[in-house]
């Protein structure tokens, strides 16, 4: 008979067979805009259609997401490599980061071309969780791209990135 065990190693390795997506949540305020890549998402409610988002406590990105209330999540399509590559080391404030990159502004943040999908989110709810804050927002708009499939992330161990 299996059995649960109680071990933080074993915890570990059970989360990272728990699939995610990975997407460039994008915000703009005051003039100010940024990206960040997140990976546990997760559609929450058909009517009105809303997503979860988490967020790591300290990401200069989540200021802008409190004052603005909305976001842009833009898809990653089965190619990572070049939006991980741009986006996994993460932006300060004050650097640039969509320089070269396709962007076009929306009410709720910058949209990405190179991405697959784009929704534009009101966050309904924000709610601490451990080390990350779970956002609730309300997809209020979208635009698909492209027909292709989204990158899926299984990790090693889900108890880091």
Known sequence: MRKLLEDREE???ALGRIPSGCSILTVTHAGRSTALLVSWIQQASFDPPCITVCVKRGRPAAPLIDASGKFVLNVIGE?????????????????????????????????IDECIAHLGCRVLQKVPVGDHDI??????????LDRQSPYVHLRTTGLSY
């Open 135 to 144: 956002y609730a927002a309300e997809v209020l708009a979208a635009h698909v």
């Open 79 to 111: 190619d990572p490599t070049p939006m991980f590559r741009r986006f996994a080391k993460g932006f300060t404030l004050d650097e640039d980061a969509f320089a070269g990159l396709h962007t076009e502004p929306t009410p709720f943040g910058p949209l």
């Open 11 to 13: 915890v570990g390795l």
